[in-house]
């Protein structure tokens, strides 16, 4: 069975500096595809970044960089340069094509606050 | 210009209510999916529909019930509502993913339901 595991319920950073959010997983299936979310207090869902297992660089989009550790099971977010727009909570998932390649997974979620 | 629109925003209801939330995307897309997201914000995958077809249900109480008119539309039907259903729902949208190559999901802004 697949298993999201987000273990920072909640994070503080600096405006201007750098964090990393932690994902880890677990699957069996040597395909499937991980994501990471935002969701800010309007309650909207924003598609951030995806890592392919099977893609050998890490992924990136501005800011965000996706941190692939294949062999640690992780996808780890990191936020470059944050801003104050970057509090919101953050969702790593995952699909897999064993459990249905368009199912998602979910985390718990960390809540990431920003300070100025 | 929105992508994946839900109608209501909120919906509030009795007990032992039906209702329905309905759920467009204007993206082109052919699998589309509804999710919950509970009061601790885990979002767990109810359906998803790929050309008319049910390919997921994730034990999901038959109180609940996707209807697709179309590709472009998934509404969600709710029976004999209970005090367990509040939560927020969501619908989201994606082209279908396949075997290393999976797709990100859209969402729409949610919909906030309070079971009174």
């Known amino acids: 069975a697949q298993k999201i595991t987000q273990t920072q319920p909640g994070m503080f950073v600096q405006e201007k500096e750098a964090v990393t959010l932690d994902c880890t997983y677990d699957t069996s299936d040597p395909s499937y595809g991980l994501f990471w979310y935002k969701q800010p207090s309007s309650g909207e869902m924003i598609f951030l970044i995806y890592?392919?297992?099977?893609?050998?660089q890490n992924a990136t989009e501005g800011r965000y960089s996706l941190n692939f550790q294949k062999a640690r099971k992780s996808a780890n977010l990191v936020i470059s340069a944050s801003q104050l727009g970057d509090s919101a909570m953050y969702f790593c998932a995952m699909s897999s094509l064993q459990t249905g390649a368009n199912n998602l997974f979910f985390g718990t979620g960390t809540r990431l606050t920003v300070i100025p | 210009d929105t992508a994946v629109s839900q109608t209501p925003k909120y919906l509030v209801t009795q007990m032992g209510n039906d209702k329905s939330i309905k759920c467009e995307q204007n993206l082109g897309h052919d699998t589309m999916y509804w999710y919950k997201q509970d009061s601790k914000k885990f979002l767990k995958i109810m359906f998803s529909?790929?050309?008319?077809?049910?390919?997921i249900n994730e034990t999901v109480p038959n109180r609940f019930s996707p209807k697709s008119p179309d590709k472009a539309h998934l509404n969600l039907h709710i029976n004999s509502l209970e005090l367990g259903d509040s939560a927020v729902y969501f619908c989201?949208?994606?082209?279908?993913?396949?075997?290393?190559?999976?797709?990100?999901?859209?969402f729409g802004p949610g919909t906030r339901l309070t079971v009174l």
């Open positions: 890592q392919g297992s099977y893609d050998q």
């Open positions: 989201a949208s994606s082209q279908d993913s396949a075997a290393g190559d999976y797709n990100e999901q859209f």
């Open positions: 529909y790929n050309n008319k077809e049910l390919i």
